[in-house]
């Protein structure tokens, strides 16, 4: 999946199938609310700078549910990215779902991989945080005890909330489908609907 972004702000968010046959289906085109983009940019920095003033510990309640994943050493950390999310031609990689399930078989050949009461006695700079519910990602920072989460999260929604979808089309065979339809009128697959007036747009060109 490639979103291609021209500096006016327009894009054009694309699936492209490579191999002996090139397949290239378009998904949504609009344009990203720049303004909109920066404001939610500096509030989440904002927002950041502020949970860097007040460290917790590894034993804070919100931390308890977790999964840390601790690297075992930085070149095996970038070992890791290298072979899961590797970088061709300018563009990363990102694993399908054979790939997840090797990633997750050999995950403790690079993490030590715990709880935080399993992992408050171990020493280290930097964890990935896991959490099995909604299977966010975040970032923890430690320094003898004290600790700051970098919430990757919410910074990974600020992009998709300033979309403002103008046309998107049915993920499986590219016919152009109105953003209140749920429905391909090609192929019958079910397409989220959208509405104009929402504040969060999403790239809804999958299945429910």
Request: hydrophobic letters at 35%; glycine letters at 4%; one cysteine or more.
């Amino acid at each position: 999946m490639t979103l291609s972004v021209k500096d006016d702000g327009t894009f054009d968010f694309h699936h492209t199938k490579e191999g002996k046959e090139k397949n290239y289906i378009p998904l949504a085109k609009g344009r990203i609310k720049l303004d909109e983009l920066r404001e939610a940019a500096e509030e989440w920095y904002r927002n950041t700078s502020k949970a860097f003033e007040n460290p917790m510990k590894i034993t804070d309640q919100s931390l308890q549910e977790l999964i840390f994943l601790i690297p075992k050493s930085q070149d095996l950390l970038k070992e890791f990215y290298a072979r899961y999310y590797p970088i061709k031609r300018r563009k990363q990689i990102y694993p399908d779902s054979k790939t997840q399930r090797l990633m997750a078989r050999n995950l403790q050949r690079y993490f030590l991989v715990g709880y935080a009461d399993e992992v408050a006695g171990e020493e280290f700079v930097f964890a990935i945080l896991f959490n099995p519910e909604d299977e966010s990602v975040n970032f923890l920072f430690n320094n003898h005890g004290k600790c700051w989460v970098m919430d990757l999260t919410a910074l990974a929604s600020i992009l998709p909330q300033s979309f403002e979808i103008e046309s998107r089309y049915c993920y499986r065979c590219g016919t152009e489908v109105p953003l209140t339809s749920g429905w391909c009128p090609i192929c019958k697959k079910r397409i989220r609907k959208m509405h104009t007036n929402e504040k969060k747009r999403e790239i809804a060109c999958m299945e429910e």
